[in-house]
């Protein structure tokens, strides 16, 4: 199946159904390794500032913990619903799978916009949640992170009604401040992520150790990334936030774009560079494009314009699948959503990994151990497309399906 309308469960599961053809891996087991293993709906009564009552509807899907706990995001979004967090929750399967890491895939949700609640209804939301699902949840059973809508806050809340619960927990949640036991380096590492394997393939493909760069989306994942790219050579010559875009030939800027931003400056405001449109900036002339904003904004309109030679997919799903085989006809390389924000989850197992031990380590420690986490990841990808002749997607997911199969053979589940 292909086509900008495919739903992100469908294109998941047709990326894993071409890895398992691909590995020849029998017909049934698909389900073993596609299916969710658990799933919970809960209504949640909370009562508003006003004296109402309203019941908002959550929802955890734990897709598959043979490899490791479930551990995935919690969205706070009026769109969220159990399909949309079962698409997500297998996305982190694999994730975790590919970057090795021991961990399974799972994600959470409330139907609810976060913005609209005030902030004890969203406490007193936050917390009806968890106790919902606390007993499913666990330092060695499933840890959340937080999503869209969600942050650091969000977990530290959560953390504090589980406590209540089970005692003094802060593993239970990754993406935590820093003074309740949250990691250096958390924020800045999906983009840091993503770099550092832009970086990798720019080089594998030719470009060199300096590309243009262009980053749709400057928030979280993609200002980090920009950061990163000008840290390691690279010159970024176009961003973008949801108003729209700037563009310098010449290379923006970054460190007094981030000044500006964090003065209050609106990105439309910043001196430099000449505004474009989200769209014009996706056909711009760069050798990297780093779609870090949204899901399904290269399709198959606007794939035969794109002029980059290499796509960082920093955002899940930026790609359609219809796109995606017009961009490989035509010879772009797309670096997987599953690889190029793998860092966000890496950290967060640095960040489990040091409350079990209760010992923090330095940002330079977290920084070189997600160094060293992304280039395996990327080096696995890249030999496997060019011993097998396949895209980058296409050998991520044979590599993580290949390594679940494997899981679930050792431990003899089926026996
Ligand atoms: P964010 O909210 O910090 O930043 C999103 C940016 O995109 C903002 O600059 C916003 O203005 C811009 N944007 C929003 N809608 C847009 C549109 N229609 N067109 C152009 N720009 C638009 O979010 P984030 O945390 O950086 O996440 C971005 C993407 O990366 C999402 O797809 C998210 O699921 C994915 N992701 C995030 C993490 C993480 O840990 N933050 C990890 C992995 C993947």
Redesign the pocket.
Same mark, same amino acid.
């Not at 479930?70 to 399967?93: E, Q, V």
């Not at 400056?265 to 780093?290: C, I, P």
């Given at each position: 199946m292909a086509g900008d309308d495919m739903q992100m469960l469908e294109a998941t599961v047709a990326c894993v159904n071409a890895a398992i053809a691909e590995l020849g891996i029998r017909d049934d087991m698909r389900d073993v390794i596609i299916e969710p293993w658990r799933e919970l709906t809960a209504g949640l009564p909370i009562r508003m500032d006003d004296g109402s009552v309203k019941v908002f509807q959550g929802y955890r899907s734990q897709h598959n913990a043979t490899r490791g706990p479930f551990k995935g &995001?919690i969205r706070f979004h009026p769109a969220a619903d159990l399909a949309h967090t079962r698409a997500l929750a297998m996305l982190m399967t694999f994730k975790s799978a590919l970057v090795n890491i021991p961990f399974g895939g799972a994600k959470g949700g409330i139907q609810v916009d976060p913005r609209k609640l005030s902030e004890r209804e969203l406490i007193s939301l936050t917390r009806r949640y968890t106790r919902s699902i606390n007993h499913i949840l666990g330092v060695s059973r499933d840890i959340p992170? @937080?999503?869209?809508g969600t942050n650091s806050q969000t977990m530290a809340w959560i953390m504090d009604e589980y406590s209540a619960i089970h005692g003094y927990t802060p593993g239970i949640v990754t /993406?935590k401040p820093v003074e309740l036991g949250g990691s250096e380096g958390r924020?800045e590492? @999906? /983009?840091r992520g993503a770099a550092i394997v832009g970086r990798l393939a720019a080089r594998d493909l030719g470009i060199g150790d300096s590309p243009t760069v262009v980053v =749709? &989306?400057? $928030? =979280? !994942? $993609?200002?980090s990334a920009a950061r990163k790219f000008v840290e390691d050579g690279a010159k970024v010559v176009a961003v973008?936030? *949801?108003?729209g875009g700037l563009y310098n030939k010449n290379g923006l800027d970054i460190a007094t774009l981030d000044a500006f931003l964090a003065d209050g400056g609106a990105m439309a405001d910043f001196h430099d560079g000449e505004r474009v449109t989200?769209e014009e900036l996706l056909e711009l002339e760069a050798d990297v494009l780093v779609p +870090?904003? *949204?899901?399904g !904004?290269i399709t198959s309109e606007n794939a035969g314009d794109i002029k980059a030679k290499l796509v960082v997919e /920093? +955002?899940? =799903? @930026?790609t359609t699948p219809g796109a995606d085989e017009i961009l490989a006809d035509r010879g772009i390389k797309v670096l997987p959503?599953i690889l190029a924000?793998? $860092? /966000? !989850?890496v950290v967060s197992y640095f960040e489990w990994a040091q409350n079990i031990q209760q010992f923090r380590w330095g940002l330079e420690r977290v920084n070189n151990e997600l160094e060293q986490t992304m280039t395996a990841g990327y080096n696995a990808v890249h030999e496997h497309s060019q011993s097998h002749g396949v895209t980058y997607r296409s050998s991520a997911y044979s590599i993580a399906v290949e390594r679940l199969m494997r899981a679930i053979e050792l431990r003899g589940f089926l026996k």
């Amino acid at each position: 199946m292909a086509g900008d309308d495919m739903q992100m469960l469908e294109a998941t599961v047709a990326c894993v159904n071409a890895a398992i053809a691909e590995l020849g891996i029998r017909d049934d087991m698909r389900d073993v390794i596609i299916e969710p293993w658990r799933e919970l709906t809960a209504g949640l009564p909370i009562r508003m500032d006003d004296g109402s009552v309203k019941v908002f509807q959550g929802y955890r899907s734990q897709h598959n913990a043979t490899r490791g706990p479930f551990k995935g &995001g919690i969205r706070f979004h009026p769109a969220a619903d159990l399909a949309h967090t079962r698409a997500l929750a297998m996305l982190m399967t694999f994730k975790s799978a590919l970057v090795n890491i021991p961990f399974g895939g799972a994600k959470g949700g409330i139907q609810v916009d976060p913005r609209k609640l005030s902030e004890r209804e969203l406490i007193s939301l936050t917390r009806r949640y968890t106790r919902s699902i606390n007993h499913i949840l666990g330092v060695s059973r499933d840890i959340p992170a @937080p999503d869209l809508g969600t942050n650091s806050q969000t977990m530290a809340w959560i953390m504090d009604e589980y406590s209540a619960i089970h005692g003094y927990t802060p593993g239970i949640v990754t /993406g935590k401040p820093v003074e309740l036991g949250g990691s250096e380096g958390r924020n800045e590492s @999906p /983009g840091r992520g993503a770099a550092i394997v832009g970086r990798l393939a720019a080089r594998d493909l030719g470009i060199g150790d300096s590309p243009t760069v262009v980053v =749709q &989306g400057y $928030g =979280q !994942v $993609g200002s980090s990334a920009a950061r990163k790219f000008v840290e390691d050579g690279a010159k970024v010559v176009a961003v973008s936030d *949801i108003s729209g875009g700037l563009y310098n030939k010449n290379g923006l800027d970054i460190a007094t774009l981030d000044a500006f931003l964090a003065d209050g400056g609106a990105m439309a405001d910043f001196h430099d560079g000449e505004r474009v449109t989200n769209e014009e900036l996706l056909e711009l002339e760069a050798d990297v494009l780093v779609p +870090a904003a *949204i899901e399904g !904004v290269i399709t198959s309109e606007n794939a035969g314009d794109i002029k980059a030679k290499l796509v960082v997919e /920093g +955002a899940n =799903q @930026p790609t359609t699948p219809g796109a995606d085989e017009i961009l490989a006809d035509r010879g772009i390389k797309v670096l997987p959503d599953i690889l190029a924000n793998a $860092g /966000g !989850v890496v950290v967060s197992y640095f960040e489990w990994a040091q409350n079990i031990q209760q010992f923090r380590w330095g940002l330079e420690r977290v920084n070189n151990e997600l160094e060293q986490t992304m280039t395996a990841g990327y080096n696995a990808v890249h030999e496997h497309s060019q011993s097998h002749g396949v895209t980058y997607r296409s050998s991520a997911y044979s590599i993580a399906v290949e390594r679940l199969m494997r899981a679930i053979e050792l431990r003899g589940f089926l026996k």
